[in-house]
């Protein structure tokens, strides 16, 4: 661990599903899922969705990149972005990968990252990209340490082919991040409120309101007011709905914030730029 114990967040990429920049979602953004936990001076990156581009842009040329990529899921809208992810195609940056939905019939992470990575999908080879990289899979519900001395801890999600959630633990601070699943109706999930009894920041697939989600029952996301029923009960301090439906203009978005601090009022609605200090 670095002497500086201090933890901040940044979102770069905050949609579900498909990007869809323009002058609808200027003021909450249209990149998919990426956010960016900066552990003392280590950077850790939560999904490589279209978001983790940008991300890449604003590194310092010529500074060396050391990073892990936490993934959800490889669901395309959480690692299109990787494939543009410039650092990754920098010698001497080193960028450690994991997942922990995979089963062995899939072959691992390093063999879906590469797959997308082919032709006649994409016609730039995973091998071209010049980093130090390492695939890294594990079981959600697993427990395991990063190199800065952060500790995560792990649980599946109710997703289509599975997903994972983290939590981050690193000096004081704990950051959640639970994005894609899906809900049971009138229940809590006991694997979720364990994972983030008492955290810092509690990210949240809050893909659509309670009026949308039986239209869209079975597709494995959840709603703003589950979150902040989830967030309740296990005593977190901030809570951010997070994976917002592309068609959720900026207009619907600030509803839906005003909304969800009456329900709850510690509530932050996830948008690009957004820097949250713990």
Known sequence: MTADESVSVRFWGVRGSIACPGPATVAYGGNTSCVEVLCGDDRV?????????????????????????????THFDHIV????????YVPGNTLRMWAGHLEPKDGGL???LCGMMTAPLFPVPMGVMASDKTFNDFK???SFELGCG??????????????TAYRIEYGR??????????????ELDENILGLIEGADVFIYDATYTDDEYPAHQG????????????????????????????????????????????????????????????
């Open 219 to 278: 597709w494995g996301h959840s709603t703003w007011q589950e979150g902040a029923k989830l967030a309740e009960a296990a005593g977190v301090k901030t809570y951010v709905p997070f994976h917002h439906d592309p068609s959720h203009t900026d207009t619907v978005m600030s509803r839906i914030e005003a909304e969800a601090r009456e329900r709850f009022e510690d509530t932050i609605v996830a948008r690009e730029g957004l820097v949250l200090e713990v």
């Open 81 to 88: 972005g990787l494939p543009f992810f410039g650092p990754a």
């Open 150 to 163: 952060a500790v995560v801890k792990t649980c599946p999600l109710n997703h289509p082919n599975g997903a």
């Open 140 to 142: 959600a519900g697993d």
């Open 110 to 112: 390093e063999n879906v």
């Open 45 to 73: 990156i939560l999904d490589a969705g279209s978001g983790i581009m940008p991300l890449g842009l604003s590194f310092a040329p010529g500074v060396p990149v050391d990073a892990d990529i936490l993934l959800s899921h």
């Open 173 to 186: 601070g704990a950051i959640c991040y639970v994005t894609d699943t899906e809900h049971v109706p009138g």
